[in-house]
């Protein structure tokens, strides 16, 4: 599956953006889809989950109650709303599929920028 970002930008500390994942292709099978960020210099992290079957959600300590991820089934999109955004959120933010078959997450976007300055 190919997955498309956007959303990105620049936010003074305390703002908010939604972060907008579309998967296209003719086979979406997913366990489920997520949202990682990679900061300069430091490993790539978890940030949010979502089980497809059932929308169970899984969060990051250090984002929860901050962001939440959500679902459009019929549009096969995924989102990322992420409020009360801290200069440490910086990074660029990948959305992720773990399809059906796969072991682990194995298709992934192109990565949207997110800065937030102090």
């Known amino acids: 599956v190919d997955l498309v970002e956007s959303g990105g930008g620049s936010v003074q500390a305390g703002g908010s953006l939604r972060l907008s994942c579309a998967a296209t292709g003719r086979r979406f099978a997913v366990h489920a889809m997520g949202w990682f960020r990679q900061a300069p210099g430091k490993e790539r992290e978890f940030v949010a989950s979502?089980?497809?079957?059932?929308?169970?959600?899984y969060y990051a300590d250090s984002v929860k109650g901050r962001f939440t991820i959500s679902r459009d089934r019929s549009m096969k999109s995924v989102y990322l709303r992420m409020n009360d955004l801290q200069p440490e959120d910086t990074s660029i933010y990948y959305c992720?599929?773990?399809?059906?078959?796969?072991?682990?997450?194995?298709?992934w976007g192109q990565g949207t920028q997110v800065t937030v300055s102090s």
């Open positions: 992720a599929a773990h399809e059906i078959g796969s072991s682990e997450y194995n298709s």
């Open positions: 979502m089980r497809w079957a059932n929308g169970d959600t």
